[in-house]
């Protein structure tokens, strides 16, 4: 079970929107900054019709000891009220279905376990980004170097644009334990 930590009292949604605003770097926990920028993309998503986007959010604002923004508890009990009164056939009908038909779950998971590591890692390695980056920072994962590159250049896109949109502050206290030194390695 997944709990918030001592150290993360919630926050409402509304309260941390004008943190940020304010370009406050005084922010109670980076997780809820982030947080807070997921919960802008995400409802884009949801306006553009992404079902799936409001169990998405939920999981934002319970991993970051959010309250839910307006929008979110509206969508919520929208689409609860819409099975629950029988207007919808079935939960996947008003949050989407949560995999598509065929897809390798335990691939996909692994893809997740590791995208920040590796982008992070290749970005902060000082390297030339190539062939022998790749296997080094696969290897120290665990993973091999098609799949590292794989998971790198999938990511990139998305952490690029953050990086763009928020600046280098992104990257705070993300741990990236990587090292290019070989002797370091496991």
Known sequence: MIECQESLSPIHFEELREQIDKESYEIRDWRQWVARIQLDEIEANYKEGDKQAIIDAMYVCADACLDHPDWLRNAFLNSVQAVRGYGAKSWDEVFGKPHDKGVNIRARAKKIKYQWAVYASVKNSGRAIDA??????GKFYGL??????EIYYT????YDAWIKKYGEKIMIEQPVVFDTDPAVQK
């Open 132 to 137: 022998s980056l790749f296997e080094d920072v």
């Open 144 to 149: 091999g170097k098609t799949l590292t590159e």
């Open 155 to 158: 990511g990139k896109p998305l």
